[in-house]
């Protein structure tokens, strides 16, 4: 019942930047994370970076030191900055709503790193 919205994706340069948001249509209770998964064509789907209700971050070694998540504090939107972008971060992202008895996917927005 709850819909997520992304936004913010889009074809960038090697090097540039992007932030990707993600709004739920309601808060979520018993939230336990929120988080970023992208897939390639080819390639499965895999985590990007991970928030838990708490504050605490996890990352892909292939984007530590380059992209940082973040959230509001009423955790309704979840955000995805992203700085010197490599082709091989081409992919769809998928935005990921954690609670304690629910997992929740949004549609899921386009990155293209291409000169």
């Known amino acids: 019942q709850v819909q997520f919205v992304e936004s913010g994706g889009g074809l960038v340069q090697p090097g540039g930047s992007l932030r990707l948001s993600c709004a739920a249509s309601?808060?979520?209770?018993?939230?336990?994370?929120m988080g970023w998964y992208r897939q390639a064509p080819g390639k499965q789907r895999e985590l990007v970076a991970l928030?838990?209700?708490?504050?605490?971050?996890n990352y892909a070694d292939s984007v530590k030191g380059r992209f940082t998540i973040s959230r509001d504090n009423a955790m309704k939107t979840v955000y995805l900055q992203m700085n010197s972008l490599k082709p091989e971060d081409t992919a769809v992202y998928y935005c990921?709503?954690?609670?304690?008895?629910?997992?929740?996917w949004g549609q899921g927005t386009q990155v293209t790193v291409s000169s």
């Open positions: 990921n709503y954690r609670t304690y008895g629910d997992n929740s």
């Open positions: 309601r808060t979520i209770f018993s939230i336990y994370s």
């Open positions: 928030i838990t209700s708490g504050g605490s971050t």
